[in-house]
């Protein structure tokens, strides 16, 4: 079955500073992993997502994730965040078998001036 | 505009009264699913829909029913709502029936007494 791991439930960083959310995974099978990001009273938008190909995804907003097989991880990262970046991050699996997601707990990013 | 429109937008009610969630969406996507999501777990899936008379359930279906007479409608039944099914729900469609690009709807607040 497949699983997700966020680590962090909050992480504050500085305006400008660079971060790093992480998640982990765990499936039997080959995976498309996501990270949806949601904004205060908005539902999820996605940021990116990796089906196939290069391990290095970018996405909307300067976001990047990289697909590491080895360690199951795809962790979420922004050289210099803003505070519009403030919102909520889920990183989501899905096995190539199953037609649902399956999504982690949450990461709340929280950009301080 | 593309959306997903839910409503209500905030709904309190008593155990045992029936009630639904309208969820419509004008970007003839065949997929459409419901979600739960409460702190500290992320969101789990309820029901999902790959098109027109075709359901099924997803993570935690107890409780609840759907319907999909339109493609362009997926309402939440809550037959007999309880306490338990306080809680954040979104509605999502895709375009695919592997749901791998959802558009969220901006979520029902539900709160049972």
């Known amino acids: 079955a497949q699983s997700v791991t966020q680590l962090d439930s909050q992480v504050p960083v500085f305006e400008e500073a660079p971060v790093e959310l992480r998640c982990n995974y765990s499936s039997s099978v080959s995976v498309y992993l996501f990270w949806y990001v949601q904004y205060p009273n908005q539902g999820l938008q996605l940021l990116l997502k990796y089906l196939s190909g290069s391990t290095l995804v970018k996405g909307i907003n300067g976001f990047e994730a990289e697909f590491n097989k080895s360690q199951t991880s795809f962790h979420l990262r922004k050289p210099s965040v803003h505070i519009s970046d403030t919102a909520e991050y889920f990183c989501a699996v899905r096995d190539t078998g199953r037609r649902a997601l399956t999504f982690g707990s949450g990461t709340r990013l929280q950009v301080q001036p | 505009e593309a959306q997903v429109t839910q409503n209500p937008r905030y709904l309190i009610t008593v155990t045992g009264k029936k009630l639904t969630v309208t969820c419509s969406q004008n970007m003839n996507h065949e997929y459409m699913s419901w979600y739960r999501q409460d702190p500290g777990l992320g969101l789990r899936q309820i029901y999902y829909s790959m098109n027109v008379e075709v359901t099924d359930k997803g993570d935690v279906p107890e409780g609840y029913k759907v319907s999909r007479k339109e493609k362009r409608n997926f309402p939440l039944i809550l037959e007999s709502p309880s306490p338990n099914q306080t809680s954040l729900y979104f509605c999502?469609?895709?375009?695919?029936?592997?749901?791998?690009?959802?558009?969220f709807g901006s979520g029902t607040q539900l709160s049972v007494l």
């Open positions: 999502a469609s895709s375009v695919r029936v592997d749901g791998e690009k959802l558009f």
